[in-house]
């Protein structure tokens, strides 16, 4: 099947996979990550196993993911590791994100982002005791959470806000807009995911 009238490069092979990536169609992300060797003589690249970790965590494959960063031919890097933990508290599945959750902290200790996921699934699953080691270990290694940011510029004004920050001047007017909006959702049938 000729899909593309040129043949496509290295940067158009990343955004077809993405396209799959996050349509759900792991069937034809699949034939086009093969074809780029087999049809278009191209090498795919760390970038190009990323989407495809992507793609099949998403879809819930989370083994065959597991197994392609195993066999990559590049060393597979924070990035391709986090797709799959990332995946891997989607899917609830607490073992394989321990072990993924290892990798990422043998590529860098300090990073937050792996104790954070990690301790969450345990805490979804009620393993307090679990929760605890993660962050005796963050403790131990001097990691710190740092706290989620947002901004806004409103007329000129830049406005941030730090999560479970109280101290705003207009916190009131905020949170009754915000209680509002919730409100005007639920009317109109939207319902909170509890994932």
Not at 19 to 37: D, P
Request: hydrophobic share 40%.
């Amino acid at each position: 099947m000729l899909v593309f009238e040129e043949k496509p490069d290295h940067v158009t092979m990343i955004g077809v996979l993405c396209a799959c990536s996050h349509a759900g169609l792991v069937e034809e992300g699949r034939r086009y990550f093969l074809s780029m060797t087999r049809d278009y003589g191209l090498v795919p690249m760390k970038d190009h196993y990323t989407c495809m970790v992507d793609l099949l965590g998403r879809a819930g494959h989370l083994d065959e993911a597991k197994s392609l960063i195993e066999t990559m031919p590049v060393e597979p890097d924070a990035v391709v590791w986090g797709s799959l933990l990332g995946a891997c508290k989607v899917s609830r599945n607490i073992t394989l994100g321990k072990y993924v959750a290892e990798k990422l902290l043998e590529i860098d200790p300090t990073n937050s982002a792996p104790y954070v996921l990690l301790s969450n699934m345990y805490a979804e699953h009620g393993k307090w005791g679990d929760v605890r080691k993660v962050r005796n270990m963050m403790r131990h290694h001097g990691v710190i959470k740092q706290p989620g940011y947002s901004w806004i510029e409103i007329m000129g004004d830049m406005h941030t806000f730090m999560v479970k920050d109280k101290r705003h001047p207009q916190k009131r007017e905020i949170f009754s807009v915000l209680k509002d909006l919730t409100e005007q959702m639920k009317l109109a049938g939207y319902i909170p995911s509890m994932v």
